[in-house]
């Protein structure tokens, strides 16, 4: 089991986990909604902003029509408010500029104890990096597959880097400046003269420069992309943070024959986190061969093809009829390669943030092909055939426009946010159990301590309170370690010390153990002598079998037996704990091993609904198997499968 820290109040890990969690949190109280609490990522949006016990209308001025209404009708109204891409512009210095903002927030109600007015609490994430990368991204694959459709051969490598928002440049075999584009020279405000040959130390930060030049020398000794963050001197004279990218274009033989190179302003995903981290992410390995007979053909194909693969995001162009024409690495690995001539999203459901289905019609790129432009729609894609997992994407569609502004097709981009929902429901998860159940004992023990203040001369009611006071801090120290336990082992931080086990000992000694503690007497033990040992961690399998057997004397009537018994069962050691509780719903022996469940037939809840939880990923750590049978009225049996010891253990 783990470690708790005793020094550490419940009060306090509540407020480190609050003050440490990735999104911003914020208190608001009072009439003129004064900022009561904010943790680190709250102050992080403007750092040089004092907050604490100042009216939000005061710290945040330049927002104060926008949000100012929404607070209030929050706190009158006592509903929670959820807004998404929420338009924002803020100073995030006090002296600087009103920046372009995007934010996810919530705004969640707190009643006053004594029921009067609510507080707010402000959940903000910003999604200003990824909107702007989004909105950039739309831009160049549009400009991209205008490009393709207009007689590639005649307009050249330069009109296709001309139109695209990077600065690009090509290079010869031997690393030399050949060319570099018009934004390029717009940004550093070089004219075109001698620093073409190395205008790395001209436009370069000092500090940047040589290892760009020491990288960009391996790169051009290997053959091999080259990618790295550097600022890059502006005309002005500042200084932005780029990302610089470098990809060679070889011959059948493996021979570099040219370079191609882009800079992406990437200063506002450097302020961004989760931009910066997608931004690095993105990746350009491709490597186009070209034919000796159409050279100069193959040469602009491979150019497009390692700009379409040096983003990150997912990139689909359609014709059409919605027909899957070309996509680039990242899209083939989140959806795989469709036959040429069909929909892409033949082989998915699609099912909205509220979980409904969303029909073909009413997709991302059928709507475009109406002429909609689609911005950051976040769909749940199901295979139609059960083949994988369902994902998360956050899709946008646009309409490729001939120059007479006919619809010629559709270019569709998606990013992979599976991750980020997951983390998002364990967060809200995390604070609800930290915010509620931590609540009720800690009341009690406070309550129970004001009590024996007042009469500490009445022993039987010290007796009776202190007992209280130990129950309760007992039930708080058991959830306590829970979410260490679950955090520990999502994180994969437990380390199993797995070693042979002789079952029918083990099982005696821990029902001794539990004398005291629990009703252990109604336990039978049906463990065979003779049985080959488990192979198993001790510690974690007594944490398994306290569990199930803690469950099997809670919810069984105090005249009933609860029974554990072991047997070989397919080559492997089945351990059975058996009540005679009431059994549970058929509705709900689906969702007993889930995180945070309980059942909403108990009316005395106890504990976070961690228990079932956490022994199945024991179980699972171990490489068995955990399974339930119950019938309603007639008891539970929870069926453990592990691996048994090896030859002479």
Same mark, same amino acid.
């Not at 910003?126 to 990368?133: F, K, N, P, Q, V």
């Given at each position: 089991?783990?470690?708790?820290?005793?020094?550490?109040?419940?009060?306090?890990?509540?407020?480190?986990?609050?003050?440490?969690?990735?999104?911003?949190?914020? +208190?608001?109280?009072?009439?003129?909604?004064?900022?009561? %609490?904010?943790?680190?990522?709250?102050?992080?949006?403007?750092?040089?902003?004092?907050?604490?016990?100042?009216?939000?209308?005061?710290?945040?001025?330049?927002?104060?029509?926008?949000?100012?209404?929404?607070?209030?009708?929050?706190?009158?109204?006592?509903?929670?408010?959820?807004?998404?891409?929420?338009?924002?512009?803020?100073?995030?210095?006090?002296?600087? =500029?009103?920046?372009?903002?995007?934010?996810?927030?919530?705004?969640?109600?707190?009643?006053?104890?004594?029921?009067?007015?609510?507080?707010?609490?402000?959940?903000?994430?910003?999604?200003?990096?990824? !909107?702007?990368?989004?909105?950039?991204?739309?831009?160049?694959?549009?400009?991209?597959?205008? +490009?393709?459709?207009?007689?590639?051969? @005649?307009?050249?490598?330069?009109?296709?880097?001309?139109?695209?928002?990077?600065?690009?440049?090509?290079?010869?075999?031997?690393?030399?400046?050949?060319?570099?584009?018009?934004?390029?020279?717009?940004?550093?405000?070089?004219?075109?003269?001698?620093?073409?040959?190395?205008?790395?130390?001209?436009?370069?930060?000092?500090?940047?420069?040589?290892?760009?030049?020491?990288?960009?020398?391996?790169?051009?000794?290997?053959?091999?992309?080259?990618?790295?963050?550097?600022?890059?001197?502006?005309?002005?004279?500042? %200084?932005?943070?780029?990302?610089?990218?470098?990809?060679?274009?070889?011959?059948?033989?493996?021979?570099?024959?040219?370079?191609?190179?882009?800079?992406?302003? !990437?200063?506002?995903?450097?302020?961004?986190?989760?931009?910066?981290?997608?931004?690095?992410?993105?990746?350009?390995?491709?490597?186009?061969?070209?034919?000796?007979?159409?050279?100069?053909?193959?040469?602009?194909?491979?150019?497009?093809?390692?700009?379409?693969?040096?983003?990150?995001?997912?990139?689909?162009?359609?014709?059409?009829?919605?027909?899957?024409?070309?996509?680039?690495?990242?899209?083939?690995?989140?959806?795989?390669?469709?036959? *040429? $001539?069909?929909?892409?999203?033949?082989?998915?459901?699609?099912?909205?943030?509220?979980?409904?289905?969303?029909?073909?019609?009413? #997709?991302?790129?059928?709507?475009?092909?109406?002429?909609?432009?689609?911005?950051?729609?976040?769909?749940?894609?199901?295979?139609?055939?059960?083949?994988?997992? *369902? !994902?998360?994407?956050?899709?946008?569609?646009?309409?490729?426009?001939?120059?007479?502004?006919?619809?010629?097709?559709?270019?569709?981009?998606?990013?992979?946010?599976?991750?980020?929902?997951? #983390?998002?429901?364990?967060?809200?998860?995390?604070?609800?159990?930290?915010?509620?159940?931590?609540?009720?004992?800690?009341?009690? !023990?406070?309550?129970?301590?004001?009590? #024996?203040?007042?009469?500490?001369?009445?022993?039987?009611?010290?007796?009776?309170?202190?007992?209280?006071?130990?129950?309760?801090?007992?039930?708080?120290?058991?959830?306590?370690?829970?979410?260490?336990?679950?955090?520990?082992?999502?994180?994969?931080?437990?380390?199993?010390? *797995?070693?042979?086990?002789?079952?029918?000992?083990?099982?005696?000694?821990?029902?001794?153990? &539990?004398? /005291?503690?629990? *009703?252990?007497?109604?336990?039978?033990?049906?463990?065979?002598?003779?049985?080959?040992?488990?192979?198993?961690?001790?510690?974690?399998?007594?944490?398994?079998?306290?569990?199930?057997?803690?469950?099997?004397?809670?919810?069984? =009537?105090?005249?009933?037996?609860?029974?554990?018994?072991?047997?070989?069962? /397919? $080559?492997? &050691?089945?351990?059975?704990?058996?009540?005679? /509780?009431?059994?549970?719903?058929?509705?709900?022996?689906?969702?007993?091993?889930?995180?945070?469940?309980?059942?909403?037939?108990?009316?005395?809840?106890?504990?976070?609904?961690?228990?079932?939880?956490?022994?199945?990923?024991?179980?699972?750590?171990?490489?068995?198997?955990?399974?339930?049978?119950?019938?309603?009225?007639?008891? @539970?049996?929870?069926?453990?499968?592990?691996?048994?010891?090896? =030859?002479?253990?």
């Amino acid at each position: 089991m783990a470690d708790a820290s005793p020094h550490l109040a419940p009060t306090r890990i509540a407020a480190l986990l609050l003050d440490h969690a990735p999104l911003g949190i914020a +208190l608001v109280e009072g009439d003129e909604l004064a900022f009561s %609490y904010v943790n680190a990522a709250f102050q992080a949006i403007a750092p040089d902003r004092p907050m604490l016990g100042r009216p939000f209308a005061a710290v945040w001025p330049e927002v104060v029509d926008a949000v100012v209404p929404l607070l209030r009708q929050v706190r009158e109204r006592g509903a929670p408010l959820e807004l998404h891409d929420f338009r924002a512009d803020v100073r995030r210095r006090l002296d600087g =500029p009103l920046d372009e903002a995007w934010w996810n927030v919530t705004f969640q109600p707190l009643s006053a104890r004594h029921g009067g007015p609510v507080a707010v609490a402000i959940h903000v994430t910003d999604r200003t990096g990824a !909107i702007r990368l989004r909105r950039a991204t739309e831009a160049l694959q549009a400009e991209q597959a205008q +490009l393709r459709e207009a007689q590639r051969a @005649s307009r050249g490598a330069e009109l296709v880097a001309e139109a695209i928002p990077q600065l690009v440049w090509t290079c010869g075999a031997g690393g030399g400046t050949e060319w570099l584009n018009q934004r390029w020279r717009d940004y550093t405000g070089l004219a075109p003269g001698p620093q073409e040959g190395d205008p790395w130390h001209a436009v370069l930060h000092d500090h940047d420069a040589p290892r760009w030049l020491d990288r960009w020398a391996m790169a051009l000794r290997a053959g091999s992309p080259v990618d790295m963050e550097a600022r890059m001197r502006a005309a002005d004279g500042g %200084y932005r943070w780029h990302l610089l990218r470098a990809v060679p274009l070889c011959d059948d033989a493996g021979r570099t024959l040219k370079w191609f190179g882009t800079a992406t302003d !990437i200063e506002e995903q450097r302020r961004s986190r989760d931009a910066a981290e997608q931004a690095r992410r993105r990746e350009a390995d491709a490597r186009q061969r070209a034919e000796d007979a159409s050279f100069a053909a193959g040469q602009r194909a491979a150019e497009l093809d390692a700009v379409l693969n040096s983003i990150a995001d997912g990139l689909v162009i359609s014709n059409r009829a919605n027909e899957f024409e070309r996509a680039n690495e990242a899209a083939l690995r989140l959806l795989g390669d469709p036959p *040429p $001539g069909a929909d892409w999203l033949h082989r998915f459901l699609a099912h909205d943030d509220q979980g409904r289905l969303v029909p073909a019609d009413a #997709l991302p790129p059928a709507r475009a092909l109406r002429g909609e432009v689609v911005r950051g729609e976040e769909l749940r894609l199901e295979p139609r055939r059960g083949h994988g997992a *369902p !994902i998360w994407l956050s899709v946008s569609a646009a309409p490729i426009r001939d120059d007479g502004q006919a619809i010629r097709g559709v270019v569709t981009t998606f990013g992979d946010i599976t991750r980020l929902r997951e #983390l998002q429901e364990r967060q809200s998860d995390l604070l609800r159990a930290i915010s509620h159940d931590l609540r009720t004992p800690l009341t009690v !023990i406070l309550t129970q301590a004001q009590l #024996l203040a007042r009469r500490p001369d009445d022993a039987g009611a010290v007796a009776r309170r202190a007992e209280s006071v130990r129950t309760s801090a007992q039930r708080m120290a058991a959830m306590i370690d829970d979410l260490v336990d679950l955090v520990r082992l999502e994180a994969g931080l437990i380390k199993l010390s *797995p070693q042979p086990v002789a079952l029918a000992p083990f099982a005696a000694e821990l029902r001794d153990r &539990l004398r /005291g503690t629990l *009703p252990v007497e109604r336990l039978r033990l049906e463990v065979p002598e003779a049985l080959p040992p488990a192979q198993v961690d001790p510690p974690r399998l007594e944490r398994i079998l306290v569990n199930l057997i803690s469950n099997a004397l809670k919810y069984s =009537p105090p005249e009933t037996e609860a029974v554990l018994t072991a047997a070989v069962v /397919g $080559g492997r &050691l089945q351990l059975t704990v058996a009540d005679h /509780g009431p059994g549970i719903p058929a509705d709900e022996v689906d969702r007993v091993f889930e995180r945070f469940y309980r059942s909403p037939r108990v009316l005395e809840k106890e504990g976070l609904g961690l228990g079932l939880y956490i022994t199945r990923l024991l179980v699972q750590a171990h490489g068995g198997q955990i399974r339930v049978e119950s019938e309603e009225g007639r008891g @539970s049996s929870f069926h453990v499968l592990l691996p048994p010891a090896g =030859p002479g253990a």
